[in-house]
């Protein structure tokens, strides 16, 4: 993935309601992992204490993810959201330090509750 990625190109493209409409849409298709990462990034943007900068980075890869049409639509079986998991991914690299154990237990908890114990053992943190 390159290491120069636009994220702010995407941004305008994120919005609450949009992002857990696609969250619910796609979560099984999806796959653990992604709706981690995106949780993860959902409650990163949600802390006051984040900083706008990395607020950016976060809307544009979760407008990205909300997108319906990317580089790789994700319609397409096993492949359609490899695109949206390594920029969800790229993006939580460039925002790590805003990513508390707080933001990780919200992830963990609602991933819990919508998937259960199951999945919490086979999602890496």
């Known amino acids: 993935m390159d290491n120069n990625i636009q994220f702010d190109k995407y941004e305008e493209y994120y919005n609450e309601e949009n992002f857990w409409k696609k969250v619910k849409k796609t979560a099984v298709k999806a796959g653990a992992k992604a709706i981690y990462l995106a949780l ?4 990163a943007m949600k ?3 984040t900083p706008v900068w990395a607020k950016g980075t976060i809307a544009g890869a979760l407008g990205y993810f909300i997108l319906p049409i990317d580089l790789i639509p994700d319609a397409l079986p096993v492949v359609g959201f490899t695109d949206d998991i390594a920029l969800m991914s790229a993006a939580l690299l460039a925002v790590a330090k805003s ?3 707080k933001i990780k237990e919200q992830a963990r908890q609602k991933m819990l509750d ?3 114990p199951d999945v919490i053992d086979k999602i890496d943190d």
């Open 40 to 43: 993860k990034l959902y409650y």
């Open 47 to 49: 802390d006051p204490d």
């Open 99 to 101: 990513i508390t154990p």
């Open 114 to 116: 919508w998937f259960g």
